[in-house]
T-cell receptor, first 115, second 110 residues
Framework: EPEVTQTPSHQVTQMGQEVILRCVPI?????FYWYRQILGQKVEFLVS????????KSEIFDDQFSVERPDGSNFTLKIRSTKLEDSAMYFC?????????????FGEGSRLTVL | SQQGEEDPQALSIQEGENATMNCSYK?????LQWYRQNSGRGLVHLIL?????REKHSGRLRVTLDTSKKSSSLLITASRAADTASYFC??????????FGKGTLLTVNP
């Protein structure tokens, strides 16, 4: 069964360092998302991506964040200069057409720890 | 204000009992979805109900939607220890994003 894969599963970094989280969405999906979940808290929307551009982003997704789909298969989230409060689980998700209205397929997440 | 708030925050039941979780939301929706998350894992889609639907079933799951009250409920019948997880409702409006609630932590005791 096709699945969304994320790497790394866990990354530890120093404050101020750049981090890139990678995702391979399901191959025929058209809409891509990043969400994050601080330990024990709600799942927060970061950004949605369709047709090679950001379709919506949240207030969390400031200039320190960027997304890219560099090669038609990978979907990356970059945090330019990490802060302590960026420590969280980051989930990638994708969905096929239907205007993005259907169910989301999530990866297992990348745990980011900022020291 | 939060879109998609579940209650209770935590629910503990015995195996074989039914579990009911509720979700309230504030703005109009295109659809409402329920997801499950085992501890430390990704979210898994359970069921989607459209704004023009009132009830939907999938196996031991039953979801209801009351758009006049802006609320939904998820019923898990004949619960099993393996149903222990966090359950989230998520709403989709006219935009691309799915907005999640804070979740209900369900513990099913064997």
């Amino acid at each position: 069964e096709p699945e969304v894969t994320q790497t790394p599963s866990h990354q530890v970094t120093q404050m101020g360092q750049e981090v890139i989280l990678r995702c391979v969405p399901i191959s025929n999906h058209l809409y891509f998302y990043w969400y994050r979940q601080i330990l024990g808290q709600k799942v927060e929307f970061l950004v949605s991506f369709y047709n090679n551009e950001i379709s919506e982003k949240s207030e969390i997704f400031d200039d320190q964040f960027s997304v890219e789909r560099p090669d038609g298969s990978n979907f990356t989230l970059k945090i330019r200069s990490t802060k302590l409060e960026d420590s969280a689980m980051y989930f990638c998700a994708s969905t096929p057409g239907q205007g993005g209205a259907g169910e989301l397929f999530f990866g297992e997440g990348s745990r980011l720890t900022v020291l | 204000s939060q879109q998609g708030e579940e209650d209770p925050q935590a629910l503990s039941i015995q195996e074989g009992e039914n579990a009911t979780m509720n979700c309230s939301y504030k703005t109009s929706i295109n659809n409402l979805q329920w997801y499950r998350q085992n501890s430390g894992r990704g979210l898994v889609h359970l069921i989607l109900i459209r704004s023009n639907e009132r009830e939907k079933h999938s196996g031991r799951l039953r979801v209801t939607l009351d758009t006049s009250k802006k609320s939904s409920s998820l019923l898990i019948t004949a619960s099993r220890a393996a149903d222990t997880a966090s359950y989230f409702c998520a709403t989709r409006g006219s935009n691309y994003k799915l907005t999640f609630g804070k979740g209900t932590l369900l513990t099913v005791n064997p």
